[in-house]
């Protein structure tokens, strides 16, 4: 499948190989719906050049088109939201500007490397033992600032790489019972939720929580009604016993890192430097 742009994407049509969020629509119906919203934002076009890190234009459309299940009122309104936050924010800048402490890559790491069995990019986060203690030390301002500089480097590597989703691993072996349990950090993890659904659609093609001690169901059910159904069909929580033979339906474990339980000889891994404006991203394995 090729978009406008002429960049090769995933596999099945560029309106349903995702499904249209619940809609039974044809793609006739997606493409009017689509034509009708382009010209409705006309004014803020190209998108490029409010958001460097997007696949392309097309792509980025679709995107909000689905996320308010191809209501184009709401996909227009989402979308300018969306470019006025990114403005405000600097997200433009981020890369050259923002300015981490070192702890954040240590006690909240984040690398990439592997691809999933659709070939989308695997992005891996490996929140530390003293998560608490960054989230304390740095405050939420910090915190939130470095959630969404990883999540531009995940956009950065869907460009980069070509693809349009990314499949996102969070190992929880070094999770304790007490942030499971912190009200600030839950707190937290509800923010990030309902600000990535609403400024970053569809980016996730799916998302595993593998290591997940007892107490992450019950955070779950904190965190799941604020997720929109079709997001939420998309995220697995499984157990330190379950989690490798059931993740394995959706990747291979040679695209693994050794680390869990991946070959040695396996694809390089990429860790995200807390220094931003030194990072360069690798090309994609081939």
């Not at 890190?53 to 191809?70: C, G, P, S, T, W």
């Not at 531009?152 to 499949?167: A, F």
């Not at 009200?183 to 290591?211: C, V």
Request: charged share 25%; glycine share 8%; net charge negative.
């Amino acid at each position: 499948i090729f978009f406008r742009g002429g960049a090769p994407m995933s596999v099945g049509s560029k309106w349903n190989k995702y499904g249209t969020a619940g809609k039974k629509l044809t793609d006739e119906q997606c493409e009017k719906a689509y034509e009708e919203f382009h010209a409705k934002i006309a004014d803020v076009l190209p998108l490029e050049a409010q958001d460097m890190n997007m696949v392309n234009e097309e792509d980025a459309l679709i995107k909000f088109l689905i996320a308010r299940k191809y209501d184009v009122p709401k996909a227009e309104e989402m979308l300018r939201g969306y470019l006025k936050w990114r403005k405000e924010y600097g997200c433009e800048s981020l890369f050259a500007t923002a300015q981490f402490h070192a702890d954040f890559a240590t006690k909240w790491p984040a690398y990439f490397g592997g691809k999933d069995r659709e070939g989308h990019p695997l992005y891996i986060e490996t929140p530390g033992k003293e998560l608490s203690d960054l989230i304390k030390a740095q405050g939420w301002d910090a915190i939130f600032r470095w959630h969404v500089y990883l999540i531009e480097r995940q956009r950065q590597i869907m460009k980069h790489w070509n693809t349009d989703r990314i499949s996102l691993i969070i190992d929880c072996k070094d999770v304790t019972f007490g942030l499971m349990t912190n009200g600030s950090a839950i707190g937290t993890l509800k923010k990030f939720a309902a600000h990535d659904q609403a400024m970053y659609p569809e980016g996730m093609r799916m998302m595993f929580f593998i290591n997940s001690p007892a107490t992450a169901s019950g955070v779950w059910k904190m965190i799941s009604p604020l997720l929109d159904p079709v997001v939420r069909e998309k995220i697995h929580i499984y157990g330190t016993k379950e989690w490798p033979e059931k993740i394995q339906k959706y990747l291979n474990a040679e695209d693994l890192p050794k680390e869990l339980g991946g070959p040695a000889t396996g694809p390089s891994w990429y860790h995200i430097d807390a220094d931003a404006a030194a990072y360069q991203i690798p090309d994609p394995p081939a």
